[in-house]
């Protein structure tokens, strides 16, 4: 009976190093270990789940971002603080753009259901590329800066989006 319980126990205890190793040799192959440690780890599913499913798992993490900043940058373009027509419309185009990566990667989560890899790439390349839209819009008008706080998050969605094409990479196709 012990022994029973110990071998039980001992199952559990290798089988949970396995899957945290799962995660970070998978980590290993992008190009942001940390960002896709954390990620990964914030979601108790990913102990359990494959490829494929830690790239569903990030694909969440960066429709969560994304629809994060366009919310935020909706709520400054709105900001009575603000009276400048310009910059709130060029605040209003950013947030938009946000909103089209949060859909883009959102696509990418049904094209990774079917196994459709390349059209995961396609919109995730995609959901990357669209914070450049937004620093496009803020280059148009010389007279704005490019706020850091909006650089950051530029950057973060991009981040994500690398580790996600990075997992997709590595999942036999
Ligand atoms: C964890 O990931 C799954 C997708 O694999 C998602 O459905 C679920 O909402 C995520 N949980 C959290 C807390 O984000
Ligand atoms: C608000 O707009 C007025 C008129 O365009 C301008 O003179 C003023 O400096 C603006 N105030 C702020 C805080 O931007
Ligand atoms: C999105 O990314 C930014 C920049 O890395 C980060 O500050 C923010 O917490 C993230 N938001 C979500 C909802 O993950």
Redesign the pocket.
């Known amino acids: 009976m012990a022994s029973t319980i110990l071998i039980f126990l001992l199952s559990l205890l290798i089988s949970a190093s396995a899957d945290s190793n799962f995660i970070q040799k998978t980590c290993k192959l992008t190009k942001h270990y940390d960002l896709c440690l954390s990620s990964l780890k914030?979601?108790?599913?990913?102990a359990s789940?494959d490829a494929k499913?830690l790239a569903?798992?990030m694909i969440?993490?960066g429709t969560?971002n994304a629809t994060a900043t366009s919310t935020y940058l909706s709520s400054q373009s709105l900001s009575s603080a603000s009276n400048d027509t310009v910059l709130k419309r060029v605040l209003k185009e950013c947030a938009d753009k946000y909103s089209f990566a949060g859909d883009a990667l959102q696509d990418s989560a049904q094209y990774l259901a079917s196994e459709n890899y390349d059209y995961v790439a396609v919109d995730v390349t995609a959901a990357a590329d669209y914070p450049n839209a937004c620093h496009n819009a803020f280059k148009r008008f010389p007279g704005l800066v490019y706020p850091p706080k909006i650089a950051r998050r530029d950057r973060g969605l991009k981040e994500i989006c690398d580790v996600i094409l990075g997992i997709l990479e590595h999942i036999a196709w």
């Open positions: 914030s979601n108790s599913t990913s789940v499913g569903l798992i969440g993490v969560a």
